[in-house]
């Protein structure tokens, strides 16, 4: 009898420890983290690395399945209705507003912080050259062709597309397709159930990611770029807490509710730095926490991951232009501030959400505006620590905007948004067939 009890107890002891909040678990992972990265130091790469490398790709693997089968079916939802187009209008509005806002915020904070002044002979970093596509080869790269290579490769850009013509197929086909239609739902719901399992592992990998980075980054690396590191960090707190506040009460939602929701998303993007590694959860707390119907979620999410970056594609190359600025003793005219605010709106359509993709959209930046290219040879040693915050400002705007969407169209789950109500999605008590149509699946 002593035998058995073991596992009941162990068992019993996990089901515990899971009904405490995701994001509580998060913290407690990031801050021993923390701790063990200062303690084990250099060797914390050797020992950390690997759980959150393991992590990473259990995430990465759910990624192209969530994406394929949850916007067929979201499109083949929407399109049962008439605000589908309306819907993905005013997705794409806000995504240049809030694009806009914050390159108007980088180039505050830039301005107030003065991070290139008073710097000289700063050590380069190593530069990979990276290629750069035109807004028409951009273009031309969302059409696929091959999707099943586009699968294969994690091209999230084609998938969508791919995934997108599946629902408006299934829509035009109505019932002569309702078998093909319950197996795309079908293939959500199983995705979703994956994707929440392999969420359940975040705190531990959050643990792996942040130790990692501390036990491997020493001051010396830091100290000649903390003013830069503090006017990034600066910004993205600033947009975060209040421009996004700002917007949520514009529009009468408490900003409290939404930042409690989305904190397990931002814990995540901030250990990783991938908007598509943390894609899955943002998808989760869009809908289960934020009252988001799943139904558009799951097409404003992944789009959201590819081309909504307020962190890396707005504020990141403001204040990075300014710090190059700054440092090559160059007066930005008027005509390189706007130059550089268009690239920084539209030019996030040609950036990917991974880490490291951030350079290439500086690099654009600078390009266009006439700078010193080789200013970024200056920030690139620092990148992984600025890109942590990046990726959690990006990961903030992307669950932001839905819900500013969803609540001017009336489909806001106001219940679920102020944490009234708990409505997870593969529960077997929700499991019913009432319960789901009344969710948005």
């Known amino acids: 009898m002593d035998r058995l009890a073991h596992p009941v107890e162990s068992a019993l002891m996990f089901a515990r420890l899971l009904k405490i909040p995701l994001w509580q678990r ?10 063990a990265g200062l303690i084990l130091r250099e060797r914390a790469e050797t020992w950390l690395q690997p759980i959150g490398d393991v992590y990473l790709n259990l995430i990465r693997m759910v990624v192209a399945p969530l994406v394929l089968f949850t916007i067929a ?55 990979k050259e990276r290629v750069i596509p035109t807004p028409l080869e951009v273009l031309i790269g969302v059409v696929p062709t091959n999707p099943f290579a586009a699968l294969a490769e994690g091209k999230v850009l084609q998938i969508i597309f791919f995934s997108a013509l599946v629902g408006m197929a299934l829509v035009a086909l109505g019932d ?38 501390v036990g491997g980054y020493g001051w010396e690396a830091l100290l000649p770029l903390l003013k830069f590191i503090a006017a990034i960090y600066a910004a993205c707190l600033f ?10 009460k514009l529009h009468g939602l408490k900003a409290s509710s939404f930042f409690r929701g989305a904190f397990a998303a931002q814990q995540t993007a901030f250990a990783t730095s991938s908007s598509l590694g943390t894609l899955p959860i943002t998808l989760r707390q869009t809908v289960e926490r934020l009252g988001v119907p799943q139904a558009y979620a799951a097409f404003a999410v992944p789009l959201g991951a590819n081309v909504k970056m307020d962190g890396c594609g707005a504020i990141y190359p403001a204040i990075a232009s300014i710090f190059i600025a700054q440092y090559f003793k160059i007066d930005l005219t008027l005509t390189q501030y706007v130059l550089i605010g268009l690239t920084a709106v539209l030019g996030s359509l040609g950036t990917a959400g991974v880490p ?15 700078l010193p290219l080789e200013g970024i040879g200056y920030i690139v040693a620092i990148d992984r620590v600025i890109d942590m915050m990046r990726t959690a400002t990006n990961v903030t705007g992307q669950m932001l905007v839905p819900v500013l969407v969803a609540r001017e169209e009336g489909i806001l789950n106001q219940d679920i948004y102020d944490g009234h109500v708990a409505w997870l999605p593969g529960d077997p008590e929700a499991e019913t067939p009432e319960a789901v149509r009344a969710a948005g699946i």
């Open 26 to 35: 998060t913290a407690a992972g990031f801050a021993l983290g923390i701790l």
């Open 73 to 127: 079916s979201s499109i083949a939802k929407l399109g049962e209705g008439a605000g589908a187009v309306r819907l993905g209008v005013r997705t794409i509005v806000w995504f240049a507003i809030t694009s806009l806002l914050a390159v108007l915020v980088g180039f505050a904070f830039g301005h107030i912080i003065n991070p290139g002044v008073g710097l000289a002979n700063l050590p380069l970093g190593e530069v």
């Open 176 to 213: 002569r397709a309702q078998g093909v239609r319950r197996l795309v739902d079908e293939g959500a719901a199983v995705v979703f159930r994956i994707t929440r399992w392999v969420i359940q592992l975040t705190p531990i990998g959050v643990f792996g990611l942040i130790g990692s980075v």
């Open 239 to 248: 947009h975060i807490l209040v421009v996004y506040s700002g917007l949520l």
């Open 356 to 370: 490291g993709t951030s350079i290439v959209m500086l690099t654009l930046t600078l390009s266009t505006a006439g």
